[in-house]
């Protein structure tokens, strides 16, 4: 995932230079969606270590790994999405980086909001019974709610960009 992290970060800082220029931020939103598949596929990975039968704590310990690399990527992205928000000629995309402030607010292992904090009671519990049934349940349901949230806000950001793509595309023919 970092490297499609360090993509998103590159986009956003040239586009934050660039000022827009007037065009959508096209290679941003191709980042960010290779970002957003990495958090799908470690919060499926979850659900299919769980039904595998996979142990707690391994499952913990690679989730206690993440969560270290998510704060340190979530931290960059955050400020980087802030730059742009603060870029007033920015402004015409600003709905669009709130929508990239917002699903980097709620990850699932570092965010905040209802999602997170299951999966924050689901870590808990396991850490204490990492062999209960009752833990295995609950961390299942942390991933499915999480990725329920995470696909939410990458779908108002999917729309957000078409919107832009939209706005750009009927100014260019109000133009020619």
Do not use: C
């Not at 470690?42 to 790994?65: N, P």
């Not at 929508?99 to 209802?114: C, N, V």
Request: charged share 25%.
């Amino acid at each position: 995932m970092l490297d499609s992290v360090i993509s998103l970060l590159d986009e956003a800082a040239l586009l934050v230079k660039s000022r827009g220029l007037g065009a959508p931020p096209d290679r941003l939103y191709e980042a960010f969606k290779l970002v957003h598949s990495s958090q799908i596929d470690r919060l499926e990975m979850v659900g299919r270590a769980i039904s595998d039968g996979e142990s707690m704590k391994e499952v913990l310990r690679r989730l206690s790994h993440r969560r270290v690399e998510e704060d340190t990527e979530r931290t960059a992205l955050l400020g980087a999405v802030r730059s742009a928000l603060d870029n007033k000629e920015l402004s015409a995309m600003h709905a669009f980086f709130w929508g990239l402030q917002s699903y980097f607010e709620l990850l699932p292992l570092t965010g905040s909001g209802p999602a997170a904090e299951v999966m924050e009671h689901a870590i808990a519990r396991a850490v204490r019974e990492p062999e209960s049934l009752r833990a295995r349940g609950e961390m299942a349901h942390a991933a499915v709610l999480n990725l329920r949230a995470v696909r939410r806000a990458a779908r108002l950001i999917a729309n957000e960009y078409a919107s832009i793509h939209y706005v750009g595309l009927v100014r260019r023919r109000s133009i020619g």
